[in-house]
């Protein structure tokens, strides 16, 4: 079948219908039609499993807290809760293709002028039933999706967040199954941009 999306396969002008000179960024002979290729942004989250502060290996002590994120006093008292494996992270298994059964951090699609920050928000209402709270962005990320018979480039927005004491109501239709693995010894993910997000998550959390 001859390739007929506006990404990075498009073979025709999206406007016109012309046949395109050649591949994105390119301009249409038959109207003037500019064609280019953007990364589409989704917003990604790494929902840990305790309070947005995490023990010192060595000391006990906290060390960092993400601003904004109020934490009861009681859950950061220097010298307890450290735990061997540290903290854990929330993944979803995959209902639907592309990398149907894989695990895979929550998130999605952006809309049109939404903020990513916003997008992770109503995502984790849309796959968990909850109302989270959002942490510290973590960093951006570029990689490919596969959809619609196209390869489209993604910009992987990552932030931290947490559940608090809200119990998961997962959406069938996203994901099979939810469960929480070790920061610093996950599984691969779905994706490349999912997996360097834990290592960013975990570097900035025992640095
Ligand atoms: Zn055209």
Redesign the pocket.
């Known amino acids: 079948m001859t390739p007929r999306g506006y990404g990075p396969s498009a073979a025709f002008?999206p406007?016109?219908?012309?046949a395109l000179p050649g591949p994105a960024p390119t301009a249409?002979t038959?109207?003037?039609?500019q064609l280019f290729v953007n990364a589409r942004p989704t917003a990604g989250l790494v929902i840990l499993d305790r309070p947005l502060a995490v023990p010192d290996r060595d000391s006990g002590a906290v060390v960092r807290r993400p601003a904004g994120v109020d934490v009861p006093q009681e859950a950061v008292t220097p010298g307890s809760g450290v735990e061997t494996d540290g903290p854990r992270f929330l993944a979803l298994r995959r209902a639907a293709a592309p990398m149907i059964g894989r695990w895979e951090t929550p998130g999605g699609f952006c809309d049109g002028w939404e903020h990513p920050a916003d997008a992770a928000v109503r995502e984790a209402r849309e796959e968990l039933g909850v109302d989270l709270t959002l942490g510290d962005y973590l960093g951006m990320y570029v990689g490919s999706y596969e959809y619609q018979g196209e390869e489209l480039p993604v910009l992987d927005v990552f932030f931290l967040a947490t559940l608090g004491d809200q119990v998961i109501d997962l959406n069938r239709d996203e994901a099979t199954e939810a469960t929480w693995f070790p920061l610093l010894t996950p599984p691969p993910l779905a994706f490349g941009t999912m997996d360097a997000a834990i290592r960013t998550a975990a570097r900035r959390l025992f640095r």
Request: aromatic content about 10%; overall charge positive.
């Open positions: 002008c406007r016109c219908a012309a249409c038959g109207c003037g039609y």
